[in-house]
């Protein structure tokens, strides 16, 4: 069982950046997510998207912010337990909570903090007559460990960010890497769609546009796919199909734990604390919802900041807290680093 002051469900830039706060009041946390790393959507979907409207940041490429995140917690020395989904939560009668994931791992928390972004994300995927059968038998939807593909032939489909990086990433790794994409046009980052252009002209990348993977094939574990390209059929032999068509959102089964939810986000007290209408349990960022709401990153970094000082009162009951800043009261890491502003120096002017 894993004990922590605040469980955040959710590893997406609003999680990690309570993280912080809560560490700034001596509190510990444990983010729990479904996806295999941090980040959220601005790992899974967009890392090399510019986002324009982070404070102090006239431009920050997605997956630089959620770097920067995680050395900015560092030193509070979260605990992570990804690639698993919140699945049952059962209140104890001191108040504090059991959640249990899929996998059948609990936690222990006084706080439970959602901070899951659109929900728990679920693969979009393509429409292919036994694609289940096929799940973990050659077909994956998420790259958790990129060497499982070592000296393997991939086939790739996909036409965003997702497709054009991990193409790029595996044609170093597998023996032979398919890009199918269903036009001649990609929706990625430049420099992306660049080098996968330089990839393919010195053959480390097998192109096929515009197409579509219409069959797969295999008695225990794939073996082939079947294309469609401009009308015509044809087989391709491959190890792996990896179809990369970007996340559905969903609540899943926190929808089932008894909160207030309105059009597939979960209701808060926004004049408060974002505190739901379960006592102990908040949701912050995009999962919540009340009059008014924008679903932006910077108004989850002020949601996540008033529920870590509510929190805080659930943890400490009477316990007063005086607000300091960090200019003046620096900033104590758990793993005993201390960051502060340089002494000032008292000396005479004569």
Not at 24 to 47: F, N, R, T, V
Request: glycine share 10%.
């Amino acid at each position: 069982m894993v004990k922590t002051d605040i469980l955040i469900i959710g590893a997406g830039p609003t999680g990690l950046f309570a993280v912080f706060e809560a560490g700034l009041l001596k509190l510990k946390c444990h983010i729990l997510d479904a996806l295999p790393q941090a980040g959220g959507q601005l790992s899974e979907l967009y890392p090399k998207k510019p986002i324009y409207d982070i404070p102090g940041f006239p431009e920050v490429l997605a997956g630089d912010l959620v770097d920067n995140l995680m050395e900015q917690i560092k030193q509070f020395e979260p605990g992570f337990t990804l690639g698993e989904r919140a699945e049952t939560i059962a209140k104890q009668e001191d108040g504090s909570f059991i959640v249990t994931s899929n996998k059948g791992k609990k936690f222990h928390a006084s706080v439970v903090a959602i901070a899951g972004g659109l929900g728990s994300f679920e693969p979009r995927k393509p429409l292919i007559e036994d694609i289940e059968f096929y799940e973990d038998k050659g077909i994956k939807y998420f790259i958790k460990n990129p060497e499982k593909f070592r000296d393997k032939r991939v086939v790739i489909a996909g036409g965003g960010d997702s497709a054009l990086d991990w193409s790029i990433f595996l044609s170093n790794v597998a023996s032979e890497v398919t890009l199918i994409h269903r036009r001649n046009e990609f929706r990625g980052a430049l420099d992306s769609v660049e080098k996968v252009q330089e990839l393919k002209d010195l053959g480390k990348i097998r192109m096929i546009t515009p197409a579509e993977v219409i069959g797969l094939n295999g008695a225990e574990h794939l073996e082939s796919i079947d294309i469609e390209e401009n009308g015509a059929h044809r087989n391709i032999p491959t190890d792996y199909f990896i179809p990369l068509f970007g996340l559905t959102p969903k609540l899943g089964p926190i929808g089932d734990w008894g909160l207030d939810i309105e059009k597939n986000a979960i209701k808060v007290n926004n004049a408060l604390d974002y505190q739901t209408n379960i006592p102990g349990i908040f949701a912050i960022g995009d999962v919540n919802t009340y009059p008014g709401k924008l679903k932006l990153i910077l108004c989850g970094f002020h949601e996540a900041t008033l529920m870590c000082q509510a929190a805080y009162q659930i943890i400490n009951p009477g316990k007063r807290y005086v607000l300091k800043y960090t200019t003046v009261s620096g900033v104590d890491g758990f793993d005993g680093t201390r960051k502060e502003a340089p002494k000032a120096v008292v000396k005479a002017i004569v």
